[in-house]
Protein backbone atom coordinates (compact mmCIF):
# COMPACT_ATOMS: atom_id res chain seq x y z
CA UNK A 1 0.00 0.00 0.00
CA UNK A 2 0.87 3.66 -0.80
CA UNK A 3 2.14 5.79 1.98
CA UNK A 4 -0.79 8.72 1.61
CA UNK A 5 0.34 10.92 3.88
CA UNK A 6 2.54 11.67 7.45
CA UNK A 7 0.61 11.88 9.98
CA UNK A 8 1.93 12.63 13.62
CA UNK A 9 -0.22 11.73 16.56
CA UNK A 10 0.45 13.57 20.10
CA UNK A 11 -1.05 11.80 22.70
CA UNK A 12 -0.08 10.87 26.29
CA UNK A 13 -2.65 7.69 26.45
CA UNK A 14 0.04 4.80 25.46
CA UNK A 15 -3.05 2.70 24.52
CA UNK A 16 -4.28 5.64 21.76
CA UNK A 17 -1.64 6.12 19.96
CA UNK A 18 -0.63 2.62 19.40
CA UNK A 19 -4.17 1.78 18.28
CA UNK A 20 -4.26 4.70 15.90
CA UNK A 21 -0.75 4.19 14.87
CA UNK A 22 -1.94 0.67 13.60
CA UNK A 23 -5.44 1.60 12.17
CA UNK A 24 -3.59 4.82 10.44
CA UNK A 25 -0.88 2.30 9.02
CA UNK A 26 -3.02 -0.29 8.18
CA UNK A 27 -4.76 2.44 5.50
CA UNK A 28 -1.20 3.65 4.04
CA UNK A 29 -0.54 6.31 6.24
CA UNK A 30 3.30 7.31 8.04
CA UNK A 31 2.50 7.45 11.35
CA UNK A 32 4.99 9.48 14.25
CA UNK A 33 3.95 9.64 17.89
CA UNK A 34 4.42 11.92 20.56
CA UNK A 35 3.56 11.84 24.31
CA UNK A 36 3.88 15.21 25.20
CA UNK A 37 3.11 18.48 23.47
CA UNK A 38 7.49 18.65 23.70
CA UNK A 39 7.79 15.78 22.46
CA UNK A 40 5.53 16.74 19.61
CA UNK A 41 7.15 19.89 18.84
CA UNK A 42 10.39 17.94 18.16
CA UNK A 43 9.00 15.53 16.31
CA UNK A 44 6.92 17.83 14.00
CA UNK A 45 9.88 19.73 13.30
CA UNK A 46 12.09 16.43 12.28
CA UNK A 47 9.18 14.32 10.76
CA UNK A 48 7.73 17.25 8.91
CA UNK A 49 4.39 15.50 8.98
CA UNK A 50 1.03 16.31 6.49
CA UNK A 51 -1.11 16.45 9.46
CA UNK A 52 -0.92 15.93 13.21
CA UNK A 53 -4.02 14.62 15.78
CA UNK A 54 -3.64 16.17 18.84
CA UNK A 55 -5.37 15.42 22.07
CA UNK A 56 -5.96 18.40 24.11
CA UNK A 57 -6.05 16.88 27.57
CA UNK A 58 -2.35 15.66 28.60
CA UNK A 59 -0.51 15.84 32.26
CA UNK A 60 -0.60 19.33 32.41
CA UNK A 61 -4.67 19.46 31.92
CA UNK A 62 -4.86 21.32 28.50
CA UNK A 63 -1.63 21.07 27.41
CA UNK A 64 -2.96 20.40 23.89
CA UNK A 65 -4.60 23.89 23.39
CA UNK A 66 -1.34 25.56 24.61
CA UNK A 67 0.53 22.94 21.50
CA UNK A 68 -1.71 24.25 19.41
CA UNK A 69 -1.17 28.10 19.97
CA UNK A 70 2.61 27.77 20.28
CA UNK A 71 2.42 25.76 16.78
CA UNK A 72 0.60 28.56 14.74
CA UNK A 73 3.10 31.21 16.34
CA UNK A 74 6.12 29.27 14.82
CA UNK A 75 8.41 31.15 12.90
CA UNK A 76 8.88 28.44 10.08
CA UNK A 77 5.62 29.24 7.73
CA UNK A 78 5.25 25.44 6.62
CA UNK A 79 5.32 24.19 10.18
CA UNK A 80 2.73 27.11 11.32
CA UNK A 81 0.70 25.78 8.55
CA UNK A 82 0.66 22.12 9.11
CA UNK A 83 -3.01 20.78 9.64
CA UNK A 84 -3.86 19.80 13.29
CA UNK A 85 -7.27 17.60 13.95
CA UNK A 86 -7.90 17.58 17.83
CA UNK A 87 -9.24 14.36 18.84
CA UNK A 88 -10.23 14.42 22.17
CA UNK A 89 -12.91 13.73 24.90
CA UNK A 90 -13.01 17.40 26.42
CA UNK A 91 -16.35 16.89 25.66
CA UNK A 92 -16.71 14.47 28.45
CA UNK A 93 -14.86 16.95 31.21
CA UNK A 94 -15.47 20.37 30.00
CA UNK A 95 -18.72 22.84 28.40
CA UNK A 96 -16.07 23.63 25.71
CA UNK A 97 -17.64 22.83 22.33
CA UNK A 98 -16.41 23.39 18.66
CA UNK A 99 -17.83 24.59 15.66
CA UNK A 100 -15.71 23.21 12.43
CA UNK A 101 -15.92 26.35 9.57
CA UNK A 102 -18.05 29.11 12.11
CA UNK A 103 -15.68 31.40 11.90
CA UNK A 104 -17.63 33.43 14.41
CA UNK A 105 -18.24 31.21 16.76
CA UNK A 106 -15.70 28.78 19.04
CA UNK A 107 -13.66 28.07 15.97
CA UNK A 108 -12.56 31.28 15.25
CA UNK A 109 -9.89 31.51 18.88
CA UNK A 110 -8.82 27.50 17.89
CA UNK A 111 -6.46 27.43 15.08
CA UNK A 112 -7.67 23.69 13.88
CA UNK A 113 -9.19 22.62 10.90
CA UNK A 114 -11.22 19.54 12.40
CA UNK A 115 -12.53 18.31 16.16
CA UNK A 116 -13.09 14.21 16.95
CA UNK A 117 -14.63 12.97 20.02
CA UNK A 118 -12.87 10.06 21.65
CA UNK A 119 -13.32 7.26 20.74
CA UNK A 120 -13.08 7.71 17.56
CA UNK A 121 -14.53 5.40 14.54
CA UNK A 122 -11.70 4.59 12.70
CA UNK A 123 -13.40 4.99 9.28
CA UNK A 124 -14.32 8.89 10.46
CA UNK A 125 -10.70 9.55 11.58
CA UNK A 126 -9.73 8.50 8.09
CA UNK A 127 -12.31 10.40 6.22
CA UNK A 128 -11.59 13.33 8.52
CA UNK A 129 -7.54 13.28 7.75
CA UNK A 130 -8.02 13.09 3.75
CA UNK A 131 -10.70 15.83 4.27
CA UNK A 132 -8.47 18.02 6.08
CA UNK A 133 -5.54 17.27 3.82
CA UNK A 134 -7.56 17.59 1.03
CA UNK A 135 -9.03 21.33 1.83
CA UNK A 136 -5.01 21.97 2.97
CA UNK A 137 -3.95 20.96 -0.17
Known sequence: MTNKAKVLIIDDDPDMLSTTRLLLESR???????????????????CRPDVVLLDVMMPDRTEGFHWLYALRR????????????IVSSIHDTTDLRF???????????????????????????????????????
Request: charged share 30%; proline share 6%; aromatic share 4%.
Open 74 to 85: NSDEVIRSVPVI
Open 28 to 46: GFGVATAANGEDGMRKLEE
Open 99 to 137: HEGDSDETGNYLPAQGFLDKPVDPDELACKIELVLAEAG
